[in-house]
């Protein structure tokens, strides 16, 4: 993506954009855990973590803070903390930790499934369960990645509530709404949020090569747009530095782009 071809580092690609995206979600936490779940989020807390907020706290997704940033799939070579799964729910109770889920379905209202799909007494699949959702949504900073932007995952109505949106933390009372913070929404297509109309799902930009009308019709709800359609601004495009970073440092593997592929 790019009107210039010659020079590498002038073109980018989706996943790249994604994962500067995803940066951005983070950019702004200061020193907190940052618990990103897959590839393209693990990516992102990196990119974060090499540019915008160094102050960031990572792990190698099993037991151990690492003091330094290393590449996808990669051990840590400096080590400064050890976190073993049990400590985990101390950090998820304190609140000092942004979670990056996924999702298997979103609805209009932010809540998240990613327990089962159709009637809950007799469903069509079975999924990973609620596992860590609820309280991650109700303690925590809370992010979601979707891979692929389509009406089976942006629905009406989740058939299970996983992850709790606002309008439902609201309802449950003030345990349940006072550290609620659903925060991000990034897509392989977009970049939404829950500041629309009673916290509800809010399109706040489109990747460079989408259109509007494109997410539009990946959503199985309508969307809120602030304005009108042709106010939506375009995700910004990584810089030279991130694309160095992503492709020399972080994933000079070309992980990324099973995620997302290169010709998206």
């Not at 090499?50 to 290393?70: H, K, R, W």
């Not at 199985?220 to 304005?227: A, K, Q, S, T």
């Amino acid at each position: 993506m790019s009107a210039s071809t010659s020079d590498p580092l002038a073109t980018f690609t989706r996943a790249e954009v994604c994962a500067a995206a995803i940066a951005d979600a983070f950019a702004d936490d200061g020193e907190l855990f940052a618990s990103p779940m897959g590839l393209l989020p693990t990516l992102g807390v990196r990119l974060a973590r090499l540019t915008s907020n160094p102050d960031l706290v990572i792990s190698d997704g099993e037991s151990l803070f690492l003091a330094g940033t290393p590449p996808l799939l990669a051990p840590g070579d400096v080590v400064e903390g050890w976190i073993p799964f049990r400590r985990v729910f101390d950090v998820v109770a304190w609140g000092r930790r942004h979670v990056m889920m996924g999702a298997t379905q979103v609805d209009r209202h932010g809540n998240q499934n990613i327990s089962a799909i159709g009637d809950f007494a007799r469903p069509t699949r079975q999924l990973l369960g609620s596992r860590g959702a609820p309280g991650n949504t109700v303690n925590n900073r809370t992010s979601y990645w979707v891979p692929r932007h389509s009406p089976r995952v942006f629905v009406e109505q989740v058939d299970v509530v996983s992850g709790v949106g606002p309008a439902r933390a609201r309802e449950a009372g003030p345990a349940a709404e006072r550290f609620h913070d659903v925060h991000r929404i990034v897509t392989d297509l977009a970049v939404l949020d829950l500041g629309g109309p009673g916290g509800t799902v809010r399109l706040c930009s489109v990747h460079p090569g989408v259109t509007v009308a494109d997410v539009h019709a990946a959503t199985g709800f309508e969307l809120v747009v602030d304005g009108s359609d042709a106010d939506v601004p375009h995700t910004r495009e990584p810089t030279v530095e991130e694309r160095v970073l992503v492709r020399e440092v972080l994933d000079p593997r070309g992980l990324r782009h099973r995620e997302v592929p290169a010709g998206a």
